[in-house]
């Protein structure tokens, strides 16, 4: 009786546990729908308001095209045009520094400061527009950092700083190379400012210095390993004549062992140490180019810009955008007043 009674109130709370977890998975499933169907109903909502209104936000649209054509003709046509370049000897806070002194300059309209600047005409100096400056983004540029800091960094440092957070510490200077962009109203001024651009970092006194004891240094460890190379090779050469003059020895029936086989392994060492030179070599040989300038022109100015588009740049697509976006938030305010008058009648 008592098992039985037992075996009742075990099948009772299994299942009410059942309905528990019935209930918990309709309710979640319901939760889901309802999310969807709210999505939907939005959407839904959007779609009605443009049916209702497409014809005053085209009229709207269609105004600001008008408006942005006028202003699109009254206006010069812009040209662009991009320089890539790659800052030496940690440079590139000054380049961004002169990049926004120039572009101050354009603020300004200072035509004179320009002028003196770039050496330009009146008119050549009065056609710039805008200068700006941007890191080309390249994760390898990332990772290359990281490893050159664990190279540099004591076992200590490195293990206390992860590379999750060295990436939080990785600003926009630390890019190797950068984009300058200028724009301006004559298409052919672009070739008169990339060497200035350059030359106003490259004749700075100090990375001047660093540049040459830096090249300096590069032609020593270039000239030491040169020497090296040539002393294996003599090394080398000694070791031949005595395996020929063992050689010669076995020949005429001597059985005498001047250690041969020792002299062989010497040479395939000395073989070895001297491939490692040239690769060191080469390496160096690509860094001595590498640092050779304080700023590397990977691409020059066009010397004829681009003319500008896109719908930020342009005034066409640009005005049509607002008209039509005033509009819609013009409607929108309507659509709340006469919700927010109708809410008041009901109370």
């Given at each position: ?17 059942f ?36 014809v ?28 890539l370049?790659e ?15 120039y ?12 002028e ?11 056609s710039l ?9 390249n ?19 490195v ?21 300058i ?14 060497e ?5 970092v490259?004749?700075?006194?100090y ?54 086989n ?19 070599l ?21 010397p ?11 005034y ?21 007043n ?10």
């Open positions: 009786m008592s098992t039985a009674k037992n075996n009742n109130e075990e099948e009772v709370d299994l299942g009410s546990l309905v528990i977890i019935g209930k918990g998975f309709k309710n979640f499933f319901n939760f889901i729908g309802s999310i969807f169907k709210g999505i939907f109903e939005f959407i839904i909502q959007i779609l009605l308001f443009v049916k209702k209104h497409i005053k936000i085209g009229v709207a649209t269609v105004l600001g095209v008008i408006i942005g054509f006028f202003i699109e003709s009254s206006n010069e046509k812009k040209y662009t045009s991009d320089l370049v800052p030496n000897f940690k440079s590139t806070s000054q380049l961004y520094n002169n990049i926004k002194y572009n101050d300059l354009v603020k300004q309209k200072d035509t004179v400061g320009l003196k600047t770039f050496f330009l005409n009146t008119e050549y100096a009065a527009k805008e200068f700006t400056i941007e890191p080309v983004i994760e390898n540029d990332i990772i290359n950092s990281y490893n050159d800091f664990i190279e540099e960094a004591d076992t200590a440092t293990s206390s700083y992860s590379f999750e957070e060295f990436i939080k510490t990785f600003e926009e200077l630390d890019y190797k190379v950068h984009k962009n200028v724009i301006s109203e004559k298409n052919d001024v672009f070739s008169k400012l990339d200035i651009i350059i030359k106003s490259s004749n700075n006194k990375f001047r210095k660093v540049k040459e004891i830096t090249n300096e240094n590069l032609n020593i460890r270039d000239s030491v390993y040169r020497q090296n190379l040539s002393q294996i090779d003599s090394l080398r050469k000694v070791y031949m004549k005595v395996l020929i003059e063992e050689a010669r020895k076995e020949s005429t029936g001597t059985s005498i062992d001047l250690g041969g020792k002299l062989t392994t010497k040479e395939l060492e000395l073989f070895e140490t001297n491939r490692k030179i040239i690769y060191d080469n390496l160096l040989s690509e860094e001595k180019s590498k640092n050779y300038d304080v700023i590397n022109v990977i691409s020059n100015f066009q004829v810009g681009s003319e500008v588009n896109g719908i930020t740049k342009n066409i697509s640009l005005f049509g955008l607002i008209g039509a976006a005033l509009m819609i938030g013009f409607l929108l305010l309507l659509e709340l006469k919700f927010l008058n109708n809410y008041s009648n009901k109370k």
